[in-house]
C-alpha cells in the first residue's frame, strides 16, 4: 500500500500562482493530479510517468500548470501559474503502480491522496 501526502492548497487571487506537492511512501509508476469542483466530476489535470520523466497535461492546463518530479524525495510538484478562477477545486494526487488504463482516466490510478483546496478568487 502506498501513500500519499498533499500539500500546497491555499487561496489565490486570480492570476496568481500555487505549488502543489505529493509523497509517496513507495515506488510508483506514475504520479499525477485530479481536480474534482463543487457539482462536476472529477477531470485530469496532468501526469508523470516517473521513470522517463514523459508529462501529459488536460488541454484546459497546458501553458499555464507544470507537473515535475523529485526521484530521490519520491515526491511530485504541480506548478500552476496564472490560475483562473475556473480551477478552483480540490485536487487530488494519484498514483498507478502499473498502466491499466489511459493515464488520463481516474480508473488508472492506484492511489490516491485526500485532496487539497485550491481557491482563486476573481
Known amino acids: 500500500q502506498v501513500q500519499l501526502v498533499e500539500s500546497g492548497g491555499g487561496l489565490v487571487q486570480a492570476g496568481g500562482s500555487l505549488r502543489l506537492s505529493c509523497t509517496a511512501s513507495?515506488?510508483?509508476?506514475?504520479m499525477g493530479w485530479f481536480r474534482q469542483a463543487p457539482g462536476k466530476e472529477r477531470e485530469f489535470v496532468a501526469t508523470i510517468i516517473r521513470s522517463t520523466d514523459s508529462t501529459y497535461y488536460a488541454d484546459s492546463v497546458k501553458g499555464r500548470f507544470t507537473i515535475s518530479g523529485d526521484n530521490a524525495k519520491n515526491t511530485v510538484y504541480l506548478q500552476m501559474n496564472t490560475l483562473k478562477p475556473e480551477d478552483m477545486a480540490v485536487y487530488y494526487c494519484?498514483?498507478?503502480?502499473?498502466?491499466?488504463?489511459?493515464?488520463?482516466?481516474?480508473?488508472?490510478?492506484?492511489?490516491w491522496g485526500q485532496g487539497t483546496q485550491v481557491t482563486v478568487s476573481s
Open positions: 513507495g515506488h510508483t509508476y506514475a
Open positions: 494519484a498514483a498507478a503502480k502499473y498502466v491499466i488504463a489511459p493515464l488520463y482516466m481516474p480508473q488508472m490510478y492506484h492511489y
